[in-house]
């Protein structure tokens, strides 16, 4: 809760020159680990192409840019936006604000902030299941729990944009563990 409230979605595509659309979110310091090819091949699926579902990648990139801007290039994609850059405190609401998924493809963790950002701004989160991250996620009640095979991802994403009302469902289902990750549910735990 360090961070501004969200920004009404208007705003927040205008402060980032985007369309409105529909959009998952790859957000924070870009490395390895975090498995950004694999969102990038999921992404490539037909039916998402299609759909004109688009991926923001949003934060500096820790590895190579070219490798992902050649991938992007080999499989033809124009659904993926790249803002290279330290996302300011600032900014975060709004990148969040014009997401209706978060997409965290790791290919190992223990833990995530990002997780944490997402669950704050109530945004349904497609995770792999590696090290910590499924442990906040109830598959497919606020969210999606996947190995880290793009085509099963590309299922998950398909599924969320397949139905009208899974965004809202989803978004109110994450809503309700927000006390659980407070401060004060921590501090009362520690004193117990």
Do not use: C
């Not at 595509?13 to 490395?31: H, P």
């Not at 680990?33 to 500096?60: F, P, Q, T």
């Not at 009640?141 to 085509?151: L, Q």
């Amino acid at each position: 809760n360090t961070y501004s409230k969200i920004t009404d979605k208007a705003s927040a595509l205008k402060s980032l020159n985007l369309k409105e659309g529909k959009y998952i979110l790859f957000f924070g310091l870009i490395r390895k680990y975090k498995g950004l090819d694999l969102a990038i091949r999921a992404m490539s699926n037909k039916l998402i192409v299609e759909k004109n579902i688009k991926l923001i990648i949003a934060g500096e990139f820790y590895d190579s840019e070219q490798k992902y801007q050649d991938l992007i290039r080999d499989l033809s994609l124009k659904n993926i936006i790249i803002y290279n850059q330290f996302i300011e405190n600032k900014q975060v609401p709004d990148f969040f604000s014009v997401s209706n998924l978060v997409i965290l493809p790791y290919t190992s963790a223990t833990q995530s902030g990002v997780t944490q950002l997402a669950m704050y701004y109530n945004k349904p989160m497609l995770v792999t299941n590696v090290g910590g991250l499924p442990e906040i996620i109830d598959h497919k009640k606020d969210g999606y729990i996947s190995s880290t095979n793009p085509e099963e991802m590309s299922k998950y994403i398909l599924d969320y944009f397949s139905h009208d009302t899974k965004e809202k469902e989803m978004s109110y289902n994450i809503s309700k563990k927000h006390v659980s990750y407070s401060w004060d549910n921590f501090v009362k735990k520690i004193i117990k």
